[in-house]
């Protein structure tokens, strides 16, 4: 199958292993670079016209249903409309760079995190925007990502299709939306803690990978809930598992991985406000003030709950602390794993 690669025998990391460490000093003070800057006249007026929010993926997708809902509610609690932005392409990156432009003000803010905050700076040895430029307002929620498996495959648990690969090496092929990407990972780590061994297939999108995987071409996917649960529940996919450490509660019949006998298997992505370093603490302050509010809104709660994402608050320091921790145990995997991705 055309973009197939074999893993087992990839190339090095392009990090070393002190990279994880020094991006971790880098984020450890911008939340107090933010914290002193101050311009009290500029926050009074805050905001005097409309916000641009980048979402670095293609509209339709979980980040940008997320995006556009948060939008609309911030856009209502600051008094001015908050513009979707959509500037997807090459591992969100295309977006970062537009938002490490920006002028440091609160008028261009992002919805993202994980993707540049923390496996771009493991992936890449030179990006064309500071990560440590980039400043969290607040974190908004997780997603897992769902085992499911073509209803054909003979496979019903993740004990089986354990066995089944062990059984079968090099004869299961399993998608990603891309080399790199948290299915990417999560399934890297899924094979070392299992000593399963299946042929990674990238695409462009997780989306494109589910026709695949329905006819059978693909045998494994792991995918974000809020696209794959559809498919599951007319009877097209199989869920085995979920990569959260508590069931979902749109599915609750599907175990997690970590319960199934894989203690400390944590996978998932997370979303967060971000802005521009440098951007006046009473402007941070505000849009901190009414992001909680949104992520508190309980109708909203409980739709994305329905969707697989989990709501749930933390500030800039939160959001600090949770890529340090990232960068340490995703910078573990992909070493592990020999991921490497072409150079910018």
Do not use: C
């Amino acid at each position: 199958m055309q973009g197939r690669q074999r893993l087992r025998g990839a190339a090095t990391t392009a990090r070393s292993p002190s990279s994880a460490p020094a991006a971790s000093a880098a984020f450890a003070t911008f939340t107090i670079t933010a914290a002193v800057a101050s311009a009290p006249a500029l926050a009074q007026t805050y905001p005097s016209k409309p916000v641009r929010l980048l979402v670095p993926f293609s509209a339709g997708g979980v980040t940008d249903l997320l995006g556009r809902s948060v939008a609309q509610r911030l856009g209502d609690a600051l008094g001015q409309p908050v513009v979707v932005d959509n500037r997807p392409g090459a591992n969100t990156i295309i977006g970062y760079e537009i938002l490490n432009r920006a002028a440091a003000d609160g008028y261009t803010l992002m919805l993202e995190g994980f993707n540049g905050l923390v496996l771009n700076p493991l992936l890449y040895p030179k990006l064309p925007y500071r990560p440590e430029d980039v400043a969290p307002v607040g974190l908004i929620g997780f997603s897992p990502v769902m085992v499911v498996v073509p209803a054909q495959l003979p496979v019903r648990s993740i004990g089986e299709l354990v066995d089944y690969a062990r059984a079968n090496p090099g004869k299961l092929n399993f998608g990603s939306s891309g080399i790199g990407g948290v299915v990417h990972v999560s399934t890297e780590w899924f094979m070392a803690i299992t000593g399963a061994r299946m042929e990674h297939v990238p695409y462009k999108g997780g989306a494109s990978a589910l026709p695949d995987l329905m006819a059978g071409q693909l045998q494994v996917l792991f995918n974000p809930p809020i696209t794959a649960m559809p498919m599951v529940r007319a009877g097209k996919l199989r869920a085995l598992a979920v990569s959260s450490t508590r069931r979902l509660s749109a599915m609750p019949e599907v175990p997690t991985i970590a319960e199934l006998g894989y203690p400390g298997y944590d996978a998932a992505t997370w979303f967060s406000l971000l802005g521009r370093q440098g951007t006046a603490a009473p402007v941070v302050e505000r849009l901190a003030l009414e992001l909680r509010k949104v992520v508190d809104t309980p109708a909203l709660r409980e739709q994305f709950a329905a969707q697989a994402i989990e709501f749930q608050w933390g500030n800039a320091i939160d959001v600090a602390a949770l890529i340090r921790k990232d960068l340490e145990r995703w910078g573990a995997v992909i070493r592990k794993a020999n991921i490497k991705v072409d150079p910018l």
